[in-house]
C-alpha cells in the first residue's frame, strides 16, 4: 500500500530517501516545520503513526509495541515528542537484517540533557540521518534546469538563453520562500505563511524546558534577520538588541542570547554556513566565522515585514535576501550531489566568495553571487582574485545572477554566469 499524495510534487530529497532506506534499517529526517518531511515520507512509507496527536502519543507511550508493528516502512512522525521512540527503533533495527523498516521525522532538535538523560544510543549504523530543506527553485518550477552543475563541473554547458525573470519575480520568490504550501498562494498573500511561522515560534515553540522572553526572541529575530548573508558575531547581535547598565546585565543578556540562539537552531529556524578553509596560501587569515542563514528568506522577511515594493526601493538588502535564496538553492543542489557549501573570507585583505562548493570527489568550487548582470565585472575580479591566491584551484568558477537570461561561458575568464532560475544540480 502506497501512502503518496495525488498532488506530491517530487523532490529532490526523494532519491536520498529511497537509497537510505534499502541501506539502513530506519531512516531519520530532520527539517524546518512545514518543508514536506512528512509528505516526502509518506511517499515512501506504507503505514504512518502520527505523535502529534495527543491520544496516539499517550497510547504509544503506554506500550510503545502498539504503535512500532504497522506495515512497513512505517513512518513515526514527530518522534521527538515522544524519544524513547528512538531507542526503541535502534533496537527493532538490530533484531532483523531487514532494510528500510522505519522512516522517522523530526521538527524540533532534543536539548543536550534531553539526549543524555533519554536516548542511549546514537543510532550509528542503524538509522540513516537526512537533513530536509525547504524547496529550491527547479523543484518549484521556478527554475528551468537548463544550467546543471554536474555539466558545469563537467565542461559541458553550452551558452544558451533562459527565460528572463523580472526584479518584481524574483522579489516574490524570495518572500514567498521555498514553502510547498505556498506555492499557489496569490502574490498578494505570499507573506502571511512566513509571517505566520514567526508568530508560531513567538507564541510557542521557542518554549520548551524554560518560558522565554517574547520581546527579547522578536528582537533576536529582527537583528539575524538585518544581518542575513553576514558573518555578524554574537557580540554585534547582543549590542543590535539590548543596552545595558553593568557588566552583570551584559553577561546575562549574552547567556540569554546564545540560548535564544540554541533554541533557533533546534526548531532548524537558523542554517548557518560554514567558513571554508582549505589550499589558502594564508591560512592563519582566514575567517573562521559561520554566515547568518534563515533555513528561507522568507522567514528573514516575515520579521521585517518586507515586500515586494520594499525589496525594489532598497536594493542592498534585496541583495542579501537574493544572496540568501541563492545559498538555500545551492545547498540542496550540492546535498543532491553529496557535497556541501561553504563562505570563504579573508580577515586582512577583505577579499571574500560568498560560496565555495565542496563535491563528494575532494574538488571544490567558487561561486559569487549578484541580483543584477551589472555586476558581473565586480565579481569576475573577486573571482579571478581569489584563483591567484589558492594553492589547489578550483574546478570551476561561477557568478550565478538574478536579472539576466544569459547562459554562458565567458570566454576570457572562464567564469560561468547563470541565472538562478535556470540552475539545477
Known sequence: ????????????????????????????????????????????????????????????????????????????????????????????????????????????????????????????????????????LYESGDSTGRASLQEIKNGTLKNQINEKVTLEKLADLIIRGGWPSNLNVDEDKIGIIPKSYIDAILDKDMNDDKNRDKSKMLMLLKSLARNESTVVSNNTLLKDINEFQNENERIESRTTVEDYLNVLNRLHITDNQSAYSENYRSPNRIGKSAKRHFTDPSLACACLELTREKLIND????????????????????????????????NVTGMEVDTILEFSDGEYAAVEIKLGFNQVAEAKKSLLNFYKNMLKKPKFMCIIVGYSDVIAKDSETGIYIVPITALKP
Not at 527493532?92 to 543524555?116: A, H, M, N, R, V
Not at 534585496?318 to 557535497?339: H, T
Open 1 to 136: 500500500m502506497s501512502l503518496r499524495k495525488e498532488k506530491y510534487i517530487n523532490r529532490l530529497v526523494d532519491k536520498k530517501i529511497k537509497d537510505y532506506l534499502s541501506i539502513f534499517g530506519a531512516v531519520s529526517i530532520e527539517g524546518p516545520k512545514w518543508c514536506g518531511k512528512t509528505w516526502s515520507s509518506l511517499n515512501q512509507a506504507n503505514s504512518v503513526i502520527l505523535l502529534d496527536d495527543d491520544e496516539t502519543r499517550q497510547k504509544a507511550d503506554l506500550s510503545l509495541e502498539l504503535v512500532l508493528n504497522n506495515e512497513r516502512p512505517e513512518l513515526i512522525d514527530e518522534w521527538n515528542l515522544l524519544p524513547k521512540i528512538w531507542d526503541a527503533v535502534r533496537r527493532k533495527c538490530d533484531e532483523t537484517t531487514e532494510k528500510g523498516i522505519y522512516i522517522l521525522t523530526c521538527s524540533t532538535k532534543l536539548t543536550d540533557e534531553e539526549q543524555k538523560k533519554k536516548i542511549h544510543h546514537s543510532g550509528a549504523g542503524r538509522i540513516g540521518k537526512i537533513n530536509m530543506y525547504t524547496m529550491s
Open 315 to 346: 536594493l542592498k538588502t534585496f541583495g542579501f535576501m537574493f544572496e540568501a535564496m541563492v545559498e538555500r538553492d545551492l545547498k540542496i543542489y550540492m546535498d543532491y550531489l553529496g557535497g556541501k557549501i561553504f563562505h570563504f573570507r579573508d
